[in-house]
């Protein structure tokens, strides 16, 4: 059975809990700056751009596929599109 940790101990697990914290909020700002680079990409074309799994599932589209599925970019038809493959914001 252990006691109680020593200050030193609970020093050294609070800066370990900090760097973690710090570690993961970079992760994050990679991820979305990822992500903005991946629509920047997608929406950089005027033609058809889809992303696909190994698996064959849809990841993501650009605006222009979009487009053409619903036959209007700003439609609410669109909008629902979008929502439905969780690519745009």
Not at 23 to 45: F, G, P, Q, V, Y
Not at 58 to 82: E, P
Request: charged content about 35%; glycine content about 4%.
């Amino acid at each position: 059975m252990s006691g109680k940790p020593t200050y030193a101990e609970l020093e050294k697990r609070v800066q370990e809990l900090e760097n973690e914290a710090i570690k993961r909020r970079n992760d994050d700002e990679l991820i979305k700056e990822s992500e903005a680079s991946l629509k920047a990409l997608m929406n950089a074309t005027t033609e058809t751009a889809v992303l696909v799994d190994l698996e064959g599932r849809i990841l993501a589209i650009n605006k222009i596929t979009a487009g053409r599925f619903t036959g209007n970019r700003d439609s609410d038809r669109y909008l629902l599109f979008q929502q439905a493959i969780n690519f745009y914001d």
